[in-house]
């Protein structure tokens, strides 16, 4: 079965019903992640989020539904070290996740690779590619004892393709989809690894990219519908796959 035919069949599973659900999303406090925590919090999951912007966290917490269950925290997963304090205080606050969704992610201003500033370069590197592995180094360990857990690491249509004044976002991202595969590799049964491109919407990022164009691109919320359902239905089967909402 083809990626996209694998997509379109999760998306036609159902909404995630079911138990609730405990899903981690890194950069939660806006755009795609945002959206995803909005809507799974209407469908009665739990959110654990974090993100370096903490007025946009209080901010988000608000819009949650019953938004007592719900985990924000202030973590910048470019550190290591502040992935691993937030692991623990995940940890001891709710327990081991069911799904994590590695969303947080940044571009770089428009231009061509020898006029990128090596500082901007190392920026999408580090949240892109760097963000997505110290995830994975500080909650990967908790969910192999029980042999669950799904892990969607987001990445890009520029991830299987390339296109110029954006090579070290396209880089990263074609970095993810080599990564998800590698760990899939490394995975119990059970467990699942998916490189999951989002598919084009109308987010900030976007508009860097596109200028007014984008707003001609479906917007964050409307995404997320299809989005969690497709997420809340992966399984261990969906191991190493490379799909598109």
């Not at 760097?130 to 990445?155: A, D, E, W, Y």
Request: net charge neutral; with cysteine.
């Amino acid at each position: 079965m083809t990626a996209a035919a694998a997509a379109f069949g999760l998306v036609n599973r159902g909404g995630g019903g079911g138990a609730a659900k405990k899903v981690l999303i890194t950069g939660v406090s806006r755009g795609l992640g945002r959206a995803l925590a909005v809507e799974l919090a209407k469908r009665g999951h739990t959110v654990i989020g974090c993100s370096r912007t903490q007025d946009k966290l209080n901010a988000l917490i608000s819009d949650l539904a019953s938004s007592d269950r719900h985990l924000l925290l202030n973590a910048d997963i470019r550190s290591d070290s502040s992935v691993a304090e937030l692991a623990g205080v995940v940890m001891e606050k709710k327990g081991v996740p069911d799904i994590i969704v590695n969303n947080a992610g940044t571009i770089n201003q428009n231009n061509k690779i020898w006029e990128v500033p090596q500082e901007e370069f190392d920026a999408v590197i580090d949240t892109n590619v760097k963000g997505v592995t110290n995830v994975l180094r500080h909650f990967i360990p908790l969910m192999l004892p029980n042999k669950q857990g799904i892990i969607v690491n987001m990445s890009s249509g520029w991830g299987r393709s390339g296109a110029a004044l954006v090579a070290p976002y396209c880089a990263s991202k074609w970095a993810i989809e080599g990564l998800s595969r590698s760990v899939a590799k490394e995975l119990p049964d059970g467990m699942a690894i998916i490189a999951l491109n989002p598919g084009v919407i109308h987010t900030d990022m976007l508009s860097s990219c596109f200028g007014t164009s984008a707003s001609l691109y479906q917007a964050p919320d409307t995404w997320a519908v299809k989005a969690a359902t497709m997420i809340l239905n992966l399984t261990g089967a969906d191991n190493g796959a490379s799909l598109t909402v």
